[in-house]
């Protein structure tokens, strides 16, 4: 059974630091390309980044360029999101997906559940 867990949320006043894990299980985690999306209260779910199975990075929002990162542990199947210099325009539900295909920009196959971001101002 696929399974991605995100952890790590919470609330973090403006101009903070956070991390956000993915534990992957089910898959051959080394060979997929894992991402995060967020979704803001009623707003759409957007990208934010990915890291394909060849390490390479994207960012899809210009907003969150040189302040946050993504990473992977293939040996712990986890991806994570470090989060810097956040901003309240960053509060939404963090989600992690990965596409079997191992590049960005295809959609994606699996989901978590999300976990929630707040900043507070």
């Known amino acids: 059974e696929v399974q991605l867990v995100e952890s790590g949320g919470g609330l973090v006043q403006a101009g903070g630091s956070l991390r956000i894990s993915c534990a992957a299980s089910?898959?051959?985690?080394?060979?997929?390309?894992i991402g995060w999306s967020r979704q803001a209260p009623g707003k759409e779910r957007e990208g934010v980044a990915c890291?394909?199975?060849?390490?390479?990075?994207?960012y899809d929002l210009d907003s969150v360029k040189g302040r946050f990162t993504i990473s992977r542990d293939n040996a712990k199947n986890t991806v994570y999101l470090q989060m810097n210099n956040l901003k309240p325009e960053d509060t939404a539900v963090y989600y992690c997906?990965?596409?079997?295909?191992?590049?960005?920009?295809?959609?994606?196959?699996?989901w978590g559940q999300g976990t929630q971001v707040t900043v507070s101002s």
């Open positions: 997906a990965a596409n079997w295909k191992g590049w960005c920009n295809d959609g994606y196959d699996y």
């Open positions: 890291m394909s199975s060849s390490d390479g990075s994207t």
């Open positions: 089910g898959f051959a985690f080394e060979d997929y390309a």
